[in-house]
C-alpha cells in the first residue's frame, strides 16, 4: 500500500529524515518509535504533504501513486489521513460543519453523491459513541476550548467518520489519561480492516499494550535503524533508546 | 511561493457576477449641480412646496461646506477629488404615458434586470415572506406586497409614493435623526435624493414579513442618492433588509444615500444590509463610492434598534450606523463584517450615542482585509452624564489575508459619569498555515477551507441576519475571495 524508499525531508535547510526505506502492506499496523527529535513528526507531516517539510530525495508510492506529486488535499481525498499531534483550532466553525464539508468534498473526489444534513448527523452520532462524546460535541467549535485529551479525541472521531485507507496518528496517544488513551485505543482497533492500514507514531510503548502492532520501527536521527515485531516495543520500553543509540555509534 | 503570497497574486483575479449594464432607456438631466437642477428633481417629482424648500436649504447648506473646506477629510481613505459638477443627480428609467399602475406596465428589461439579480419581481415567483421594493438609479420600479402590508396599516413604498400620499409623516420626521446640516454628504443627499424606501410600522404591529429593499446603480456617470426612512411607532416590530449591486465600470460612482431610523417606546427596528456594489478591478480602477449616513433614534423608553451590515463591495465605504438612545433602557447593537480586497478601502463603524439612564449597546465589528486592502474601524461610544448604568460592549476583530493589506482601529470612548460601563475588546489575526494545512488534510479544497475560516470568524455577526441573507452574504464572502489562496 504504502512505499517509501530514500526518502529524505528537510525543514528550514536543516535535513531531518535520511533516505528512510518503509514499506506498509494492507491489514497492517505499524508503530513508528524513537526518541525525541529523531523525525517522528517530520515523517507524518511530509507524507500528509505539509508545506512546511521539503522533501529532497527519495521516492513515496501509496496504491500505486507517486503520493509526493499530490496535493495535501489529493492526498486526503485518496485516503490519506493525519491525525495531529497539536490539532488545530477553526474559531466559530462547528465540529459538525466542518465534518460535513470534509465528508462531501472527499465524496465528491471519489464521484459519490453528497451527503445531505441528516445522512451526515446519523454517521456523527454513530461515531461519537465511539469516541464516548456526547452530542453537543458536534455543535462546539472544531477544537476551540478543547482540553488536551478532547482535541485527541476529536482527531479519532474524524478519522472514524473519514474511515481512511492509510491513517497516520501523530503521537496521539502522549499527553492521555489511561481512560482517554483506551478510548483512543479502541478508535484505532474500530478501523483496523485488511484493506487498510495505520501508522502509529509514538514516543512510548503503552498505547501498543492496547493496538497490537504488525511491526514495530525504531527512528533514530533520521532512519529507520531497527525493525522488528511486537516484542521490540517491550525492549525499547524495559532498556530506553539508549542502547540502540549505543547500536547505531559503534555501526558508524 | 508562500500561501500569503499566493493570496495576493489570486485575489485579483475575483469575479463580480453583478457587473452587467441594462440598456434602458433613461431620462436623465445633464450633469451638474445648482439650484435650478434641485427644482427640476422636485418638479419632475411634483412634490410639495415644504420638500422643495427643505431641499434648497440643504443645498445652500452644502454649497457653504463645499466652498469652505470641501468633502471630510478625516477619514482613513485615499482617493481623488470628486467633481461634483460632472456628476448627473437624476436618472430615471423613461415611462411609457403614465407610468406603470401594476407590475404588468412596468418594463420587461427592469424585471428582467432584477430578475438576473436573483430579486423577482413578477407576481408569481416573488420571494415567499420577502416584501421587496426595488430601486433602479434614482427611482423605486416597484414594491411588492404592497396591499398585504396595508391591511395592518403597514405603510411599505417608495420615498417618492410617501411624499405624494403621507406627507405629513415625511414632513414630521424627515431630517429628525439626520439633519441635513449633519456632514457634507448627507446635506448633498437631502439636496438632491431622488427616491428611495419609506416604511411606518403602526402601535402594536409586528410586521409580519422581512422588508427589503433593493438597489441597482445602472446609468453611467450617474450617482445614487437615495433616502431611506423607517418609522416603528410604540410597541411595533420590523426588520428590514437592503442590498445592492452595480456595474463594472472604470470610473467611480458616486452612492451618498441616508437612511434615518425611528423607534418609539417599546418598538424594535432591525436594520441589515448586505452592501455589493461593485468594489472596482484588481489596480482599484472603477467601483463605487459609497458615502453613507445612517442613524437610528430610540425615541422611547426600551426602544431597540439593530444594525446588521456585510460590506463586501464599493472601492470606497465611508459608513457609520449609529444610534442615538434617547428613551431609558433603549437598546442600540451594531454587528459588521467589512471586507476588503484588492485596492478597496473601509472606513466603518458605528457611534452609541447614550443620553437614557440603564441604555446598553453592542459592537460587534469583524473586518477582512486581503490583497492591498485597507480596513478601518472607527467607533464612539459616548455615554452622557445622565445616562446613569449604561452599559457598552465592543469588541473588534481584525483578519488579515496576505502581508499587504491594512487593519486599523479607532475606537473613541467618552464616559460621563460614575455608575456607567464600557468594555473594549479588540484582536487582530491571520489565517494561518497550519490551519489551512488542517482543513486540506481533512480533503477541503483552499478555496473551500478559507472561506469555511472566515464564515467562521464572522459568525457572530451572520447570526443576526435573516436567514435568506445569511445564505447570501455566506455566499458572498466565498465569491469575493475565491481563489484568495493557491
Given amino acids: ?252 | 511561493m508562500t500561501t500569503s503570497a499566493k493570496t495576493l497574486e489570486a485575489l485579483a483575479t475575483r469575479d463580480y457576477k453583478w457587473g452587467f449594464v441594462s440598456d434602458i432607456e433613461a431620462d436623465t438631466l445633464p450633469p451638474g449641480l445648482n439650484e435650478d437642477v434641485i427644482r427640476q428633481i422636485s418638479a419632475k417629482k411634483a412634490e410639495p412646496e415644504f420638500m422643495l424648500q427643505w431641499r434648497l436649504r440643504a443645498y445652500r447648506h452644502w454649497s457653504k461646506l463645499e466652498r469652505a473646506a470641501g468633502e471630510p477629510k478625516w477619514a482613513n481613505v485615499t482617493y481623488p477629488p470628486i467633481d461634483y459638477q460632472k456628476i448627473v443627480y437624476y436618472s430615471a428609467p423613461k415611462r411609457q404615458g403614465e407610468g406603470p399602475a401594476n407590475l404588468d406596465e412596468v418594463d420587461p428589461k427592469l424585471l428582467e434586470t432584477f430578475e438576473k439579480l436573483g430579486i423577482p419581481l413578477a407576481e408569481r415567483k416573488r420571494l415567499a415572506g420577502v416584501a421587496v421594493d426595488a430601486v433602479f438609479d434614482s427611482v423605486s420600479v416597484a414594491t411588492t406586497f404592497k396591499e398585504k402590508l396595508a391591511e395592518l396599516g403597514i405603510i411599505f413604498c417608495s420615498f417618492s409614493e410617501a411624499v405624494q400620499n403621507h406627507p405629513e409623516l415625511v414632513q414630521k420626521y424627515l431630517g429628525s435623526v439626520v439633519p441635513y446640516t449633519d456632514n457634507f454628504y448627507a446635506a448633498l443627499n437631502s439636496a438632491v435624493f431622488t427616491d428611495g424606501s419609506f416604511c411606518y410600522i403602526p402601535k402594536g404591529v409586528r410586521c409580519p414579513m422581512e422588508l427589503s429593499t433593493y438597489f441597482r446603480i445602472n446609468a453611467a456617470g450617474s450617482g445614487q442618492f437615495e433616502r431611506t426612512l423607517i418609522v416603528a411607532e410604540p410597541g411595533s416590530y420590523v426588520s428590514y433588509l437592503e442590498g445592492c449591486t452595480a456595474p463594472m465600470r472604470d470610473e467611480n460612482q458616486l452612492h451618498a444615500a441616508v437612511v434615518e431610523l425611528v423607534a418609539h417606546e417599546g418598538a424594535q427596528i432591525k436594520y441589515s444590509t448586505v452592501q455589493n456594489w461593485y468594489a472596482g478591478d484588481s489596480e482599484g480602477r472603477g467601483g463605487i463610492f459609497n458615502f453613507v449616513t445612517k442613524r437610528g433614534k430610540c425615541a422611547g423608553r426600551a426602544a431597540r434598534i439593530s444594525w446588521t451590515q456585510v460590506e463586501t463591495g464599493s472601492a470606497i465605504t465611508w459608513k457609520y450606523p449609529s444610534v442615538i438612545l434617547q428613551g431609558d433602557d433603549s437598546i442600540g447593537e451594531f454587528y459588521s463584517v467589512a471586507l476588503t480586497a484588492n485596492r478597496q478601502q473601509a472606513d466603518t463603524g458605528t457611534k452609541m450615542l447614550h443620553i437614557g439612564k440603564n441604555t446598553r449597546s453592542t459592537i460587534i465589528s469583524k473586518g477582512i482585509s486581503a490583497g492591498r486592502g485597507n480596513n478601518t474601524y472607527r467607533g464612539l461610544v459616548r455615554i452622557s452624564p445622565r445616562a446613569t448604568n449604561a452599559r457598552n460592549y465592543t469588541q473588534c476583530d481584525s483578519l488579515l489575508l496576505g502581508d499587504r493589506c491594512g487593519a486599523h482601529t479607532f475606537p473613541y470612548i467618552e464616559v460621563g459619569n460614575a455608575s456607567s460601563i464600557a468594555e473594549h475588546e479588540a484582536s487582530t489575526s491571520k489565517i494561518s498555515d497550519e490551519q489551512l494545512f488542517y482543513c486540506k488534510q481533512r480533503g477541503l479544497s483552499g478555496d473551500n477551507a478559507v472561506s469555511m475560516i472566515i464564515n467562521g470568524f464572522c459568525k457572530e455577526v451572520f447570526k443576526n441576519l435573516p436567514m435568506e441573507f445569511a445564505v447570501e452574504a455566506t455566499k458572498l464572502l466565498g465569491v469575493s475571495l475565491e481563489g484568495s489562496i493557491g
Avoid: C
Fill in chain 1, 1 to 252: 500500500m504504502l512505499s517509501v524508499r530514500d526518502l529524505s525531508v528537510a525543514v528550514d535547510d536543516k535535513t531531518i529524515l535520511r533516505q528512510l526505506n518503509l514499506e506498509v502492506r494492507a491489514g497492517e499496523v505499524h508503530a513508528v518509535m524513537g526518541p525525541n527529535g529523531s523525525g517522528k513528526s517530520t515523517l507524518a507531516q511530509a507524507l500528509a504533504g505539509h508545506p512546511a517539510y521539503t522533501v529532497t530525495g527519495g521516492q513515496v508510492t501509496y496504491l500505486g501513486r507517486d503520493l509526493l506529486a499530490m496535493s495535501p488535499e489529493d492526498r486526503a481525498r485518496a485516503g490519506v489521513f493525519l491525525a495531529f499531534q497539536y490539532p488545530i483550532e477553526i474559531p466559530g466553525v462547528s465540529n459538525a460543519a466542518f465534518l460535513k464539508a470534509a465528508i462531501n468534498e472527499q465524496r465528491a473526489a471519489r464521484g459519490l453523491e453528497e451527503l445531505d444534513a441528516m445522512d451526515v448527523l446519523e454517521l456523527l452520532q454513530q461515531k461519537l459513541e465511539l469516541v464516548e462524546m456526547d452530542k453537543s460535541f458536534l455543535n462546539r467549535p472544531v477544537n476551540e476550548g478543547f482540553s488536551g485529551g478532547e482535541k485527541k479525541r476529536n482527531e479519532i472521531l474524524q478519522m472514524a467518520v473519514l474511515d481512511p485507507t492509510l491513517a497516520i496518528l501523530d503521537e496521539t496517544d502522549s499527553g492521555l489519561d489511561i481512560d482517554a488513551l483506551k478510548i483512543v485505543a479502541g478508535g484505532v482497533n474500530g478501523l483496523r480492516r485488511s484493506d487498510n492500514a495505520i501508522i502509529l507514531v509514538t514516543h512510548y510503548q503503552r498505547i501498543l499494550q492496547y493496538v497490537e502492532p504488525d511491526r514495530v520501527h525504531v527512528l533514530f536521527d533520521g532512519r529507520i535503524v531497527k525493525s522488528a515485531g511486537k516484542e521490540l516495543a517491550l525492549e525499547l520500553e524495559r532498556r530506553g533508546y539508549d542502547w540502540i543509540k549505543d547500536e547505531v555509534a559503534s555501526l558508524a
